[in-house]
């Protein structure tokens, strides 16, 4: 069984930055996609980044050239850099490869 941890939410005022990290059990981040979601209250999970095998990103349109998403298949993580946070970016942000989730980090993002 895979586990997925993620880390570094956290408290943070708008306009802020924080990086999350997504570790694994397994060294399947080389051979897998990787998504990061979010979640928050209320509301249903998006997808926010997602990065292929071949490093190709794409992101959700509302923090394209904010968030930035990027995978160190050595260390077997996947990060997920956001600047300029805003307070509708405050979430529980979840790392997702296949059908394995992590636990989530919470971000809020204060105005």
């Known amino acids: 069984q895979v586990q997925l941890v993620e880390s570094g939410g956290g408290l943070v005022q708008a306009g802020g930055s924080l990086r999350l990290s997504c570790s694994a059990s397994?060294?399947?981040?080389?051979?897998?996609?990787v998504g990061w979601y979010r979640q928050a209250p209320g509301k249903q999970r998006e997808l926010v980044a997602h990065?292929?095998?071949?490093?190709?990103?794409d992101y959700l349109d509302s923090v394209k050239g904010r968030f930035t998403i990027s995978r160190d298949n050595a260390k077997n993580a996947v990060y997920l850099q956001m600047n300029s946070l805003k307070p509708e970016d405050t979430a529980v942000y979840y790392c997702?490869?296949?059908?394995?989730w992590g636990q989530g980090t919470q971000v809020t993002v204060s105005s």
């Open positions: 997702a490869v296949r059908h394995y």
């Open positions: 397994e060294s399947i981040f080389s051979i897998n996609s």
């Open positions: 990065i292929t095998t071949g490093g190709i990103t």
